[in-house]
């Protein structure tokens, strides 16, 4: 019997990344699942979003552990396209249990030259997306008697980071949201908590703007090996770079099992340490 045996997960951004993560563990544990993810280019966003060949690898691994699952294709920004997911779930399992909040997106620019397009992304998917995300499992958890909720937010929901104002204010957002939603419906079972990854290496973390800024080059100039290097000065654990998405996956699976049964409110940091450092550690141990 795994962790999460008889119960129905629904993802958010569950394409790649840590979506997948999450899909395929909840389906090691016994849950079937139900992904959704965009496979439409945001405008603001510099990085390649998911591709179709994502879901259905998703949909493979999942299956290839012989469980179930739907995939949407849908916008979190759009509440119809999240309650159709739900809709789809229960059409084919008969429930939802579990909501990861996964979606999300990233991009960088100091503060004063921010466009309001690039701002209204990053709240949509980052922050709106997940209240309209709880929203559309609210009611069916109610009814049921109860139901588990994790929100990705970031260490950058803990503490600020330069030239991405817009992420961190979503990503406090979310502990706002995490911690209201936990209050406001603890009365009906519903725990609901929060994971902050430290530097988890994703499509959203591996791209040029990434490297360059992680590795203090000019524009164009950071590579790849600069941002892996990079990630060892970025945590404190020993031997720790930038982590692997199971890592969030297996916290989240903690948070959502029998486990954490008596656990709501709270932030989770998946960050090999980073907060206890004043900044950087400028001399990373890796052996």
């Known amino acids: 019997m795994g962790m999460l045996a008889g119960k129905t997960a629904l993802i958010t951004g569950g394409a790649r990344g840590q979506g997948r993560a999450h899909a395929v563990t909840c389906a090691r544990e016994g849950a079937d699942v139900v992904i959704i993810d965009t496979l439409e280019q945001i405008g603001t966003v510099s990085y390649p979003m998911a591709q179709q060949a994502d879901i259905d690898e998703t949909v493979?691994?999942?299956e290839a552990l012989d469980r179930r699952i739907v995939a949407v294709d849908g916008d979190v920004r759009k509440q119809a396209d999240l309650d159709r997911a739900v809709e789809?779930?229960?059409a084919e399992f008969d429930r939802v249990d579990i909501l990861i909040a996964n979606a999300g997106i990233f991009s960088l620019s100091p503060a004063h030259e921010l466009t309001e397009e690039a701002w209204d992304d990053m709240i949509g998917v980052n922050l709106t997306g997940v209240w309209k995300s709880a929203k559309a499992v609210l009611p069916h958890m109610m009814e049921n008697g109860g139901g588990s909720i994790v929100i990705t937010s970031s260490i950058n929901g803990i503490e600020p980071g330069e030239n991405y104002a817009h992420y961190c204010s979503a990503k406090f957002g979310v502990v706002?949201?995490?911690?209201?939603?936990?209050?406001?419906?603890a009365k009906h079972g519903i725990r609901v908590n929060s994971v902050h990854p430290g530097a988890i290496l994703t499509p959203m973390t591996n791209w040029q703007g990434a490297w360059d800024m992680m590795s203090g080059k000019p524009e164009g100039e950071g590579t790849e090996a600069d941002l892996l290097e990079a990630g060892y000065s970025f945590h404190a654990l020993k031997g720790v770079g930038f982590m692997e998405p199971q890592?969030?996956?297996?916290?989240?699976?903690?948070?959502?099992?029998?486990?954490?049964?008596?656990?709501?409110?709270?932030m989770v940091p998946v960050d090999a340490g980073h907060l206890l450092q004043p900044?950087?550690?400028?001399?990373?141990?890796r052996d």
């Open 60 to 62: 493979r691994q999942v």
């Open 88 to 90: 789809a779930g229960l």
């Open 176 to 185: 706002g949201l995490m911690k209201t939603l936990a209050l406001e419906y």
């Open 247 to 266: 890592r969030i996956a297996d916290a989240a699976l903690w948070l959502n099992s029998d486990l954490a049964a008596r656990v709501t409110g709270i």
């Open 279 to 285: 900044g950087y550690n400028p001399a990373p141990v």
